[in-house]
């Protein structure tokens, strides 16, 4: 990869407010703020804050008055931004929507053939991008075969390689295993040289230590701004009352209190799984029961989504036997597979990586009120069942709202709760926290808690270790077998 690290750009918002078409009211407004060049500054706010917008603002990519309405202006080295995207990469908040070519050579390269790196150098710079990154896959893999945490760390590659004055990262780490996230942050840190960096990340811990500014957005602009350590020290209460996570526990680890494990649901022996002819893991065993939730955790690309897809019934298995138990089938086969998609609804519901991937509707509220009008439920239930979803969530002055407008924290609360709202006996949930604040972290595990305590089991996917604290009885560790990735 090239090593002459470019210089770092210089940021200007002044007055700065988006408020997208779809909307009554600004995402975000009332934003002034200079970023020098060559800091690194750590951007965080409640979840809906308008903290992605602001990046894609900084990035120029908002579009004109047909996508929405913009006041005041940011300034790159004192152009406008939309002006100097070539100064500026920008890793996005979910990695499903960033790969732009089928093999993962071509796609690193893409950005630098943008503009208009010589051949000779583009191919050096491709492999040493993927190692900086860890990385280890071929150079034709396809990039549709890639986990969700392996996409990200392609993104990031692609970026670093295009040597951007302006490096923007949208919770780069959200779906990496713990070892990911170390290893992006210490390749994010060891490339950036001179260039200004602005990350967004829930989670802080691990990037507090290597940036030298926090910027705190609020409702009404910019909240607190300084030294990290000072910043903290003088508005830790508004930050916590906030639901801003903060770079120490802030939840006391605890259990659902459950008496003990109910009938069997759902059991894999000896199970493979796999998206293609070849399975990606193999050998699984599990049992989801009752009142229990089980984790699934491992690196990226062991297989860990794919095996949600399989005990949800959404794809066949590449080996062995998946069984819906007599509790959860009733007078159904024993193959979830089998199932008609009614039939799903109120025994077996899935929360998707991407949760893009399941939204059909115009509306927040028509997106949780369509599984209680399949079940043909009466008006007045359906109604109240998203009220409470709404409520509960975070959700209720967005009902109206199309739920691809939403941020990435309340797509996800959205997509846990189109689950939720027809009561299915088994949820299969893959990252279920991701792009949560601190207090709709809680809200949603206490919510899933409840679940629990009703007699539903939860098969939950995560790389947070809080979740699997404390929601989790029991946790299956899938490994990654070595071919898989050569």
Do not use: Y
Request: negative net charge; charged residues 25%.
């Amino acid at each position: 990869m090239r090593t002459s690290a470019p210089a770092g750009v210089r940021i200007d918002v002044r007055g700065w407010g988006w408020r997208h078409a779809s909307r009554r009211a600004f995402a975000v407004r009332d934003i002034d703020l200079v970023i020098e060049p060559g800091e690194r500054v750590l951007l965080l706010g409640a979840s809906g804050a308008g903290k992605s917008t602001l990046l894609h603002g900084m990035a120029g990519l908002l579009g004109g008055g047909d996508e929405g309405e913009e006041v005041g202006e940011i300034l790159l080295d004192g152009q406008a931004s939309a002006l100097a995207r070539d100064r500026v990469g920008l890793v996005l908040q979910d990695p499903e929507t960033q790969a732009v070519l089928a093999r993962v050579g071509d796609d690193v390269a893409f950005g630098m053939e943008n503009l208009g790196v010589p051949p000779a150098e583009i191919a050096r710079s491709v492999r040493p991008a993927l190692d900086a990154v860890g990385l280890d896959v071929p150079l034709d893999r396809s990039t549709s075969a890639l986990s969700g945490g392996q996409k990200q760390r392609l993104a990031l590659a692609g970026v670093l390689a295009m040597q951007p004055g302006l490096l923007l990262l949208d919770e780069p780490t959200a779906s990496l295993d713990p070892t990911g996230v170390i290893e992006m942050r210490d390749a994010v840190t060891r490339t950036l040289g001179e260039r200004t960096l602005v990350i967004i990340e829930h989670r802080v811990s691990t990037w507090w230590p290597v940036v030298s500014r926090v910027v705190v957005l609020g409702p009404d602009g910019v909240l607190a701004d300084g030294d990290p350590d000072e910043v903290l020290s003088a508005h830790r209460e508004r930050l916590d009352a906030a639901g801003i996570w903060l770079p120490t526990p802030q939840h006391d680890g605890s259990k659902a209190s459950i008496a003990h494990a109910g009938r069997a649901l759902l059991t894999g022996t000896a199970l493979g799984v796999g998206r293609g002819p070849d399975p990606v893991a193999v050998d699984i065993d599990f049992a989801l029961h009752e009142g229990r939730a089980l984790a699934v955790t491992g690196p990226n690309g062991a297989g860990k989504s794919t095996l949600a897809l399989t005990a949800a019934g959404l794809i066949a298995a590449r080996g062995g036997e998946l069984t819906a138990e007599p509790a959860l089938r009733g007078a159904l086969c024993a193959v979830p597979r089998r199932w008609r998609s009614r039939d799903l609804l109120t025994r077996i519901g899935t929360v998707f990586q991407s949760p893009e991937h399941q939204f059909l509707t115009a509306t927040v509220r028509n997106e949780l009120e369509l599984g209680p009008r399949a079940l043909r439920l009466e008006q007045g239930e359906v109604a109240r069942i998203a009220d409470q979803l709404l409520e509960r969530l975070g959700l209720a002055h967005l009902e109206r709202a199309h739920p691809f407008s939403l941020s990435g924290g309340e797509k996800r609360r959205l997509s846990v709760a189109t689950v939720l709202a027809t009561s299915p006996s088994v949820l299969v949930l893959d990252e279920p926290t991701f792009g949560q604040d601190a207090r709709t972290w809680r809200e949603l595990v206490a919510l899933l808690r409840e679940q629990l305590a009703e007699g539903r089991s939860i098969l939950a996917v995560t790389h947070d270790r809080e979740v699997v604290d404390s929601l989790c009885d029991d946790e299956l560790v899938l490994t990654r077998a070595r071919d898989v990735n050569r």
